[in-house]
């Protein structure tokens, strides 16, 4: 065989491919959208991609990989400029042997998101490799990371592949959808257009979105961000140094008994007061976010006490547990931080809130990576069972000022000395002494300290060094759970 011969050929070839059509690529700059390798470029570290399957240009998909902040990562990028991304076998076997690589070399998957849908002329081809596409990522979860950019058009069966992945992050461009506006205006009788029905915003506050950006750079950006805080596989861990003193305190703290926006606190805690917040505007009562304690990658689960009095909604309950379930799949230690009031209380049915509780219920109390605790405010009936239990918590911290009970002092007052306010001269001084006394005698966290549910009532400035030598103590944790194929999440 003459290869020099044949260079030039194949060179002239790729060539051709990288460049693309050149209309099609200007629309899609005139969308404001970066084109398919050019994404892939922004997210990878400078001149560290290696394409996989370049020669074949018809499939939709760029597919390879390379560095992210130096560790190994696949990525597909759909190309809206081929077909549409359309979604065929040829699509489909490029991504697949993405996939399958992320497997065995134990590395995360970045998938760039911006598809036409399935390619019609293929028929149940087509159906069938969008099926093939989502049954390997449903396999991989737990596995490596998934993080999914939505940078485009993502409907139909591409909206699950998006929802199955760990993160989903979108840019302004970015749609994510069952139905299209047609198919909804036309069943609604009125107009809707698409960034009303699946737009980022409308995607943060139904929960599928957990990040959200204006532009492609944007939402790049937030990806190679979130990669630093994520492990490359459920074998490893994310351990690094850090220029923050763990033994640093939190400052004015100490002088006050509760925080409104118990981000505060969360960032006071984290090294350097950076922490990644997911899914911000979706059940705003529950905050969730990762971050790092010395060096070391953590997950928090916080009640938002300036919220309906931190209490669990149905949503927050959701949110939370789904969160609880991605960091026990990657081994990220839990902390919670614990403001609530108890569950939201409603007189509708109750089940909704019931099968939501018992879900955190589940996810915290199956999960067996480490999970720390710290009652910063009030922990009340399922806040406290779910979020700072012994069966849902290895260790447990509390603030001077803690309210640990079954339901709330007013609530116990009422119901237990329901006589002794009818006959008070005074019933609303009768009812403040009440609740004082059921405070210090029964639901102050100095009485769970003396009886072994909380470790230690500590003082909130010491609050950080206090975490991060719990997380030390833990970190070599080791739990044998009962052999079962996998529990059954109440869904």
Known sequence: MNVERNLPIVRERKLAILKGDAALCDQQKAAGKLLARERIAQLLDPASFVELDVLNADAG?????GLI??????????????????????????????????????????????????????????????????????????????????????????SAIAGMSDVTIMSKNGALFVNGPQVVSAVAGKEINLE????????????????????????????????????????????????DDVN???????????????????????????????SEGFAPSMVTAIAKIGGSTVGFIANQPG?????????????????????????????????????????APQGELARAGAQLMFAMTEASNVRIALISGNAVGTAYAAMASRAASDAVYAWPGAVISAITPKVAVQMNYAEELCV???????????????????????????????????????????????????????????AKKHGNMPL
Not at 61 to 65: N, R
Not at 426 to 447: H, S, W
């Open 196 to 243: 009303t029905l699946s737009g980022p915003e409308a995607s943060m506050k139904s929960g599928v979105a957990q990040l959200t950006a204006a532009t492609d750079e944007e939402a790049i950006a937030l990806a190679r961000r979130l990669a630093g805080f994520l492990p490359a596989n459920n074998m490893d861990e994310v351990i690094g140094d850090t220029a």
């Open 248 to 278: 640093r305190e939190l400052g004015d703290l100490n002088a006050i008994e509760s925080v409104a926006d118990c981000r505060d606190v969360l960032r006071r805690i984290a090294d350097m007061n950076d922490i990644l917040e997911l």
């Open 307 to 347: 919220r309906d009095e931190g209490r669990i909604t149905v949503y927050g309950a959701k949110k939370a547990s789904r969160f609880a379930a991605f960091c026990d799949c990657f081994s990220i230690p839990v902390i919670t931080l614990v403001d609530s009031m108890g569950m939201k209380v409603s007189s």
């Open 61 to 65: 998909v760029v597919t390879g990989y």
């Open 424 to 482: 008070a001269d005074d019933p609303i001084a009768k009812r403040a002494e009440l609740e004082d006394k059921y405070m210090t005698d029964i639901a102050d966290g100095v009485n769970a300290a003396q009886k072994g549910y909380v470790d230690d009532v500590i003082e909130p400035a010491q609050t950080r060094q206090i975490l991060a030598a719990a997380l030390e103590m833990l970190s070599g944790k080791r739990e044998n759970k009962p």
């Open 69 to 158: 902040n130096g560790a190994p990562a696949y990525v597909y990028a759909q190309d809206f400029t081929v077909k549409g991304g359309s979604v065929g076998m040829s699509h489909a076997r490029k991504v697949l042997k993405v996939l399958d690589l992320a497997e065995k070399t134990g590395a995360p998957v970045y998938a760039l998101l911006d598809t036409a849908g399935a390619r019609l002329d293929e028929g149940i081809d087509a159906m069938n490799a969008y099926a093939l596409m989502a049954g390997r990522v449903s396999a991989l979860s737990g596995v490596v990371p998934q993080v999914a950019l939505v940078l485009g058009q993502c409907g139909g069966i591409a």
